[in-house]
């Protein structure tokens, strides 16, 4: 299995600014790839100019800018312009899919964070100084930059990248491992369905209370974004130290609620999986159930929605989106693979207006949000607890119907 180890870097200052300009060279390649693509597709032969063209193209490239170009690793920049290639792969896959293609854009400076070396001694070197007191990682052009290891990586490197949050530097590595040794069994069985009111409902009865980190943190981010408002577009070099500081404000309070969410789903979907040896949870389509309303006609507005029934909507794509479903399901599914434990995702369809002991099913089971009380035989439970129940009796049909 692939395992993903991140650090944080602490370079000097001459290092961070080879780091700065190690990004900014390796955008500008990018953006470079990208205007031959369109340029050559724009011409009247309507050519298509694809990754091994490009990739010929480096030595040229580098003998040309030695300053720059030149300086860094081949392999990285090899890895820069797979990475533009994997970007119109997927263009042209939404294009036959009929879904909304977002033709590859340009990366602005700062928005162009990352540099990946695809192997670990080209270019590259994960902990270059063994024998010394402190962990160091070496980069071409960079040289040795102190890492903070605070855990021990385990297996093969395989893949070595410098990423920029902020003004932080990180090494992100990912490590070939061989199969972990499994927890031992708990004998005990759990169904989860997520909710945002509450963060999840377990089949047992319990919940996971929604911290609402984005919600908690609205009010500073909104006077933060209305001070970086207060100043004119500018590309980063022209900014003033006031507008940068602004800038580093609005980012560091978005990157406070990422990493508050991030911990919140790793601490929840640890404590399932050292309780529970088999977990089943509904496969939900995020991305459709946070897509916007579509248009309504509405009384006196032709082909428009409602305000009230868009501002609902918007409202709950918001929640949806700050609950970090997604994250969440991607780290439990993770840490359940390195625990030896099954996880099994199932069709969420009536889930929470199923009656558990008699199986009526009728929309009027649920007659409010959290209320769940059956029509047929009067059982009553939390909604959430009983979407839960459902979801676990799915997933055990399914783990019996297709046996590992």
Same mark, same amino acid.
């Given at each position: 299995?692939?395992? *993903?180890?991140?650090?944080?870097? +602490?370079? &000097?200052?001459?290092?961070?600014?080879?780091?700065?300009?190690?990004? #900014?060279?390796?955008?500008?390649?990018?953006?470079?790839?990208?205007?031959?693509?369109?340029?050559?597709?724009?011409?009247?032969?309507?050519?298509?100019?694809?990754?091994?063209?490009?990739?010929?193209?480096?030595?040229?490239?580098?003998?040309?800018?030695?300053?720059?170009?030149?300086?860094?690793?081949?392999?990285?920049?090899?890895?820069?312009?797979?990475?533009?290639?994997?970007? $119109?792969?997927?263009?042209?896959?939404?294009?036959?899919?009929?879904?909304?293609?977002?033709?590859?854009?340009? #990366?602005?400076?700062?928005?162009?964070?990352?540099?990946?070396?695809?192997?670990?001694?080209?270019?590259?070197?994960?902990?270059?100084?063994?024998?010394?007191?402190?962990?160091?990682?070496? $980069?071409?052009?960079?040289? !040795?930059?102190?890492?903070n290891r605070h855990r021990p990586v385990a297996g093969r490197i395989k893949t070595v990248s410098v990423k920029r949050e902020g003004r932080k530097w990180f090494v992100v590595l990912t490590a070939e491992q061989e199969k972990p040794e499994p927890l031992p069994a708990a004998g005990s069985a759990v169904g989860i369905d997520l909710g945002v009111a509450n963060f999840l409902a377990d089949s047992n009865g319990g919940f996971v209370p929604n911290p609402c980190h984005g919600r908690a943190a609205a009010a500073r981010l909104e006077a933060a974004q209305q001070a970086l408002s207060r100043f004119p577009r500018r590309k980063a070099e022209d900014r003033s130290a006031n507008h940068?500081? *602004? /800038?580093?404000?609005?980012?560091?309070?978005?990157?406070?609620?990422?990493?508050?969410?991030?911990?919140?789903? !790793?601490? &929840?979907?640890?404590?399932?999986?050292?309780?529970?040896?088999?977990?089943? !949870?509904?496969?939900?389509?995020?991305?459709?159930?946070?897509?916007?309303?579509?248009?309504?006609?509405?009384?006196?507005?032709?082909? /428009?929605?409602?305000?009230?029934?868009?501002?609902?909507?918007?409202?709950?794509?918001?929640?949806?989106?700050?609950?970090?479903?997604?994250? $969440?399901? &991607?780290?439990?599914?993770?840490?359940?693979?390195?625990?030896?434990?099954?996880?099994?995702?199932?069709?969420?369809?009536?889930?929470?207006?199923?009656?558990?002991?008699?199986? !009526?099913? *009728?929309?009027?089971? +649920?007659? &409010?949000?959290?209320?769940?009380?059956?029509?047929?035989?009067?059982?009553?439970?939390? *909604?959430?607890?009983?979407?839960?129940?459902?979801?676990?009796?799915?997933?055990?049909?399914?783990?019996?119907?297709?046996?590992?």
């Amino acid at each position: 299995m692939i395992r *993903a180890y991140k650090f944080l870097m +602490r370079p &000097t200052v001459g290092q961070q600014q080879a780091l700065a300009e190690m990004l #900014r060279d390796h955008c500008s390649l990018y953006n470079g790839a990208l205007q031959e693509r369109r340029d050559a597709y724009r011409h009247v032969s309507k050519t298509s100019v694809k990754y091994g063209t490009q990739s010929a193209q480096l030595k040229d490239i580098r003998a040309f800018d030695p300053q720059c170009q030149g300086r860094w690793s081949f392999s990285s920049q090899q890895a820069t312009l797979r990475r533009l290639d994997r970007v $119109f792969a997927a263009f042209f896959r939404r294009v036959k899919s009929g879904g909304t293609p977002g033709y590859p854009r340009f #990366r602005g400076a700062g928005r162009f964070d990352t540099v990946e070396f695809p192997k670990d001694g080209d270019g590259c070197r994960w902990d270059s100084a063994a024998h010394g007191p402190v962990t160091r990682a070496r $980069f071409q052009g960079v040289g !040795h930059v102190k890492v903070n290891r605070h855990r021990p990586v385990a297996g093969r490197i395989k893949t070595v990248s410098v990423k920029r949050e902020g003004r932080k530097w990180f090494v992100v590595l990912t490590a070939e491992q061989e199969k972990p040794e499994p927890l031992p069994a708990a004998g005990s069985a759990v169904g989860i369905d997520l909710g945002v009111a509450n963060f999840l409902a377990d089949s047992n009865g319990g919940f996971v209370p929604n911290p609402c980190h984005g919600r908690a943190a609205a009010a500073r981010l909104e006077a933060a974004q209305q001070a970086l408002s207060r100043f004119p577009r500018r590309k980063a070099e022209d900014r003033s130290a006031n507008h940068r500081r *602004a /800038v580093e404000k609005v980012a560091g309070l978005h990157g406070k609620v990422r990493r508050q969410r991030l911990d919140h789903a !790793h601490k &929840t979907a640890l404590e399932l999986v050292r309780a529970h040896d088999f977990i089943a !949870h509904e496969d939900l389509k995020i991305r459709s159930m946070s897509r916007a309303v579509a248009p309504k006609p509405g009384p006196g507005r032709p082909g /428009v929605s409602p305000p009230d029934s868009a501002a609902a909507k918007s409202g709950l794509n918001r929640s949806i989106m700050e609950a970090g479903w997604g994250v $969440f399901l &991607t780290i439990l599914t993770g840490k359940a693979e390195s625990a030896g434990r099954a996880v099994i995702a199932v069709d969420p369809r009536n889930t929470s207006r199923q009656c558990p002991p008699c199986g !009526h099913t *009728a929309a009027e089971n +649920r007659p &409010t949000r959290e209320r769940f009380h059956c029509v047929a035989c009067g059982h009553t439970a939390h *909604a959430d607890t009983v979407a839960a129940v459902n979801v676990l009796r799915a997933g055990l049909v399914r783990r019996e119907a297709n046996p590992a």
